[in-house]
C-alpha cells in the first residue's frame, strides 16, 4: 500500500462533545477541550509530557510524522489574554511528513457558536497556507467560511489554487 500525501480531518471531530457541555454549562466547560497552539515551525512530536493537552497535540505531530503524510486537523486554540481571560479559536492545523506544524488558521466565520467561540477580530484575522514537497501550495478554511469571499481570495490572489477544507456541514 502507498501512503496517502494529505489527510484532512473533518470540523469538530475533537471537540464536538465539549460544544454540547458548553451550551448547557457556558463557555468554561469547552476550555478543557482547548490546545494553547505553540508557533508554527514548531514539532510537537518531540514536546515533553506535562503541557495542558500536550498529548494529544503530539499524537496529531507524530501521527503525521508515522503516516509520512501532511495531516490538517481541526482544534480548538486556546489563546490567553492577561488577566486570566482567553479566547477559544476554531483552528485548522497543519503537520507536515515529519510532524512540524506548518500552519494554523483561524476560522474567520463562526456560524452561531459566539460567544462559545471566538470569531477573530478583524487584526486576528490571517489567511493560511502551507507549501508542500511535492510543490503545491494548499490554503485552509474551514466549513462556514466557504460561504464568504474572504479568506479564500486573498489566498488566491497570492497565487493559492488548492485548498483543504474542514467541515461539519449539514446536509
Given at each position: 500500500l502507498g501512503t496517502c500525501d494529505l489527510v484532512v480531518l473533518p470540523e469538530?471531530?475533537?471537540?464536538?462533545?465539549?460544544i454540547e457541555r458548553a451550551l448547557a454549562e457556558g463557555k468554561a466547560a469547552l476550555r478543557e477541550y482547548a490546545v494553547p497552539l505553540p508557533p508554527v515551525g514548531s514539532n510537537p512530536c518531540a514536546f515533553?509530557?506535562?503541557q495542558q493537552n500536550a498529548a494529544f497535540l503530539r499524537s496529531l505531530?507524530?501521527?503525521?510524522?508515522?503516516?509520512?503524510?501532511?495531516?490538517v486537523a481541526n482544534v480548538l486554540d486556546l489563546v490567553e489574554t492577561g488577566g486570566g481571560g482567553y479566547k477559544l479559536f476554531n483552528t485548522d492545523v497543519a503537520f507536515d511528513r515529519t510532524g512540524s506544524l506548518v500552519a494554523k488558521y483561524w476560522k474567520w466565520h463562526t456560524f452561531g457558536l459566539s460567544p462559545l467561540i471566538d470569531q477573530p477580530g478583524e487584526c486576528e484575522r490571517r489567511p493560511a497556507s502551507f507549501e508542500t514537497d511535492f510543490g503545491v501550495p494548499f490554503g485552509?478554511?474551514?466549513?462556514?467560511d466557504i460561504e464568504?469571499?474572504?479568506p479564500v481570495q486573498v489566498l488566491l490572489d497570492e497565487g493559492v489554487r488548492h485548498f483543504t477544507f474542514s467541515s461539519a456541514w449539514v446536509n
Open positions: 469538530l471531530v475533537f471537540y464536538y462533545a465539549g515533553k509530557p506535562g505531530s507524530c501521527t503525521a510524522r508515522d503516516l509520512g503524510s501532511y495531516v485552509l478554511f474551514v466549513c462556514f464568504f469571499e474572504d
